[in-house]
């Protein structure tokens, strides 16, 4: 029904940069919300930025400013770029595609890793 494929991560030094991608791909859902959320080791997973179809975007607070969320359509790709990386950003993110629908689960991509030191 669907997929998530994520990719991007990488080590990057402080202050680097990084745009990671998830491709999605479904044929169920005409309507939905990606979204970016992470985990870091001994943490819960928390989230960081989501587009609804159509283009509407929510940052959380903490990245606003140097982590972006954007889609290409043509290429069913959702994007999360990171500017001015800090050692709070490193963890494992994960693409989430949510249809909003009642009685339905969001779906997860399998992750990708972002290690940030110097």
């Known amino acids: 029904q669907v997929q998530l494929v994520e990719s991007g991560g990488g080590l990057v030094q402080p202050g680097g940069s990084l745009k990671l991608s998830c491709a999605v791909s479904t044929r169920t859902f005409n309507f939905y919300v990606v979204g970016w959320y992470r985990r870091a080791p001994g943490n819960q997973r928390e989230f960081v930025a989501s587009?609804?179809?159509?283009?509407?975007?929510n940052i959380d607070a903490r990245v606003k400013g140097r982590l972006t969320i954007s889609s290409d359509s043509s290429k069913n790709t959702v994007y999360l770029e990171m500017n001015n990386l800090k050692p709070e950003d490193p963890a494992v993110y994960y693409c989430n595609l949510d249809p909003q629908l009642k009685g339905v689960s969001p779906y997860w991509g399998q992750g990708t890793q972002v290690t940030v030191s110097s």
């Open positions: 587009i609804r179809t159509g283009g509407m975007t």
